[in-house]
């Protein structure tokens, strides 16, 4: 009689038709569970090792290998008839379980194709929901037995890009024949991956995706001038200066020397709102600027020479702006905006003694909503490009905060002429996984230390560590500190002698925990953490 095979956690462990999770943090933690699955008074003592930790939603959370914690997922097959007796396990061909991620549009699967990483894909382009991770096996299972129809039909759904999509499956293991025949049960079990140094080869894109060139939230992010809009500049008419920067972006009481008495007075004018152009200030309006240059620059790489940096170029090529009418002078003269902008990042932010003597233009003016709109989108692709350079590409767990679910399967032999039959377990229950830094409840790495008063030790403390120093940072390292901190300091660039420095490791170790536990202190004044990250506790050593 044909009957059905249900997939489901061990019975007398879980209650569950998806596969259970064990945490455990011993070290051969395979062999014991395989002791106390035999019997049922070992399955019950094994419910207290069934994953249970959550988070501040209650969602349950599993954790890292680097936190000592190890998570086992286990399956029982049996037969859905009187009795429900155990699948003969001469009858499965292999078992395996995937991971899942959740998602508002239903379930991803971490996929590869035609030999490259696709990353996270959505299930549902696998085919059916009952359909084999493996693209040979769904093939396999859309035949007909007859040769030139099934030719047809697999030519056919490979000219579908997904046919040949694979799931990344975790292979089960068949728990040992003895155990098995003590359980009475047929059990599987596989090692749960919590991390992975997987990397997709899909691009990454940001994780929201209303973050577009047309959002509120990016066309406000950028100063006025980047959104189209007029922007007035401070001490228009003057030779750019390295000391602006000095003057309103590390104020102090002192005049920076070389900058000329009227541009101090007027940069040291009280604030006000820098975005808002009726009542800026020359320091406000000059701060806003530098903003500018700086979004320009880092965020946008608009003169680095990529790409993305030739089509900000080519919109700024076109925007002439005004430069303040001398004496006598009846025709306008104006300043390129790109050739203005990049002189003025060599002068104010990187200090390029070599940059051309610049003068700052009255105004930047409105754009019309065209030429707005073009800027705005070459900034975003620069950005889109950046983001891309500096995230690198996505990883399997890279995305903080996201939920998984786990679903096992197995494949039963072939029968009667039938193909490969693949039968699912329902999906576990889902789960986030902790980060690196999150405490897990296992024991503690201890770290002995010395003892820094027992001279004789400290005799027997070598180097086991050196530190190759170039000239030039062995020559900031000579200079007085005070003369360091007033910026007085000077390296000496004539030194070509490089130095090798031995160190020994628990000495730098000590250092290291001194300067931890003064900033520690320092810290807990703002943040009044020292309670829950520094716990001490003394206990008695033999004399």
């Given at each position: 009689m044909k009957h059905d095979i249900v997939i489901s956690a061990p019975r007398g462990l879980k209650n569950s038709p998806a596969p259970a999770i064990l945490q455990r943090n011993d070290s051969d933690f395979v062999d014991a569970v395989m002791e106390q699955i035999r019997t049922a008074d070992g399955r019950k003592s094994l419910q207290s090792s069934l994953a249970r930790s959550r988070d501040g939603a209650h969602v349950l959370k599993l954790f890292q290998p680097v936190q000592r914690q190890f998570h086992m997922a286990m399956i029982e097959l049996w037969c859905d008839t009187p009795g429900t007796p155990r699948l003969d396990p001469a009858r499965i061909d292999s078992a395996g379980m995937v991971i899942r991620r959740v998602t508002g549009k239903g379930y991803e699967g971490w996929m590869q194709s035609k030999g490259r990483l696709r990353g996270w894909v959505g299930v549902e382009r696998l085919g059916k929901a009952t359909g084999d991770p493996a693209s040979a096996l769904r093939l396999a299972g859309a035949t007909t037995g007859v040769k030139d129809i099934d030719r047809s039909l697999i030519s056919f759904a490979l000219e579908k890009e997904d046919t040949l999509l694979n799931e990344h499956v975790i292979p089960l293991f068949a728990a040992p024949p003895d155990v098995c025949a003590d359980a009475g049960q047929t059990l599987f079990y596989g090692m749960l991956q919590t991390t992975s140094s997987e990397l997709s080869e899909s691009p990454v894109g940001f994780e929201d995706e209303t973050f577009t060139a047309a959002s509120s939230e990016f066309r406000n992010?950028?100063?006025?001038?980047?959104?189209?809009?007029?922007?007035?500049?401070?001490?228009?008419?003057?030779?750019?200066?390295?000391?602006?920067?000095?003057?309103?972006?590390?104020?102090?009481?002192?005049?920076?020397?070389?900058?000329?008495?009227?541009?101090?007075?007027?940069?040291?004018?009280?604030?006000?709102?820098?975005?808002?152009?009726?009542?800026?200030?020359?320091?406000?309006?000059?701060?806003?600027?530098?903003?500018?240059?700086?979004?320009?620059?880092?965020?946008?790489?608009?003169?680095?020479?990529?790409?993305?940096?030739?089509?900000?170029?080519?919109?700024?090529?076109?925007?002439?702006?005004?430069?303040?009418?001398?004496?006598?002078?009846?025709?306008?003269?104006?300043?390129?905006?790109?050739?203005?902008?990049?002189?003025?990042?060599?002068?104010?932010?990187?200090?390029?003694?070599?940059?051309?003597?610049?003068?700052?233009?009255?105004?930047?003016?409105?754009?019309?909503?065209?030429?707005?709109?073009?800027?705005?989108?070459?900034?975003?692709?620069?950005?889109?490009?950046?983001?891309?350079?500096?995230?690198?590409?996505?990883?399997?767990?890279?995305?903080?905060?996201?939920?998984?679910?786990?679903?096992?399967?197995?494949?039963?032999?072939?029968?009667?002429?039938?193909?490969?039959?693949?039968?699912?377990?329902?999906?576990?229950?889902?789960?986030?996984?902790?980060?690196?830094?999150?405490?897990?409840?296992?024991?503690?790495?201890?770290?002995?230390?010395?003892?820094?008063?027992?001279?004789?030790?400290?005799?027997?403390?070598?180097?086991?560590?050196?530190?190759?120093?170039?000239?030039?940072?062995?020559?900031?390292?000579?200079?007085?500190?005070?003369?360091?901190?007033?910026?007085?300091?000077?390296t000496n660039s004539s030194l070509t002698l490089g130095w090798i420095c031995g160190f020994n490791i628990p000495t730098i170790t000590i250092c290291a925990f001194i300067v931890l536990n003064i900033f520690l202190s320092l810290f807990d004044l703002i943040f009044g953490w020292l309670f829950s990250v520094k716990i001490c506790i003394p206990y008695p050593k033999k004399k």
């Open positions: 992010h950028l100063v006025q001038a980047l959104r189209g809009e007029r922007m007035n500049f401070a001490l228009a008419g003057e030779r750019l200066r390295p000391e602006w920067f000095e003057a309103v972006e590390t104020p102090g009481t002192d005049k920076p020397s070389n900058l000329p008495q009227s541009q101090w007075l007027t940069l040291t004018q009280p604030r006000s709102d820098p975005f808002n152009p009726a009542s800026a200030s020359a320091a406000s309006r000059m701060s806003r600027f530098i903003l500018m240059l700086r979004q320009l620059t880092s965020e946008f790489g608009a003169f680095d020479g990529s790409a993305g940096s030739a089509a900000i170029m080519k919109e700024l090529r076109d925007i002439h702006l005004p430069l303040v009418l001398r004496d006598g002078e009846k025709v306008q003269r104006t300043a390129r905006a790109d050739v203005f902008l990049q002189n003025a990042v060599a002068i104010l932010l990187q200090r390029d003694p070599a940059a051309p003597a610049t003068e700052m233009p009255e105004f930047w003016p409105a754009l019309a909503p065209a030429a707005a709109q073009r800027l705005m989108n070459a900034l975003y692709q620069a950005l889109t490009a950046r983001f891309a350079d500096v995230k690198g590409r996505p990883g399997r767990f890279d995305e903080s905060g996201a939920t998984y679910v786990i679903r096992a399967f197995v494949r039963l032999k072939p029968e009667c002429g039938c193909p490969v039959k693949t039968l699912w377990s329902a999906y576990s229950e889902a789960f986030v996984i902790a980060p690196w830094y999150e405490g897990s409840g296992a024991p503690v790495a201890q770290i002995a230390l010395p003892d820094v008063t027992d001279l004789n030790l400290l005799k027997s403390l070598k180097p086991n560590v050196a530190f190759l120093v170039p000239p030039k940072l062995q020559s900031l390292f000579s200079i007085n500190p005070k003369d360091m901190l007033d910026g007085k300091g000077k």
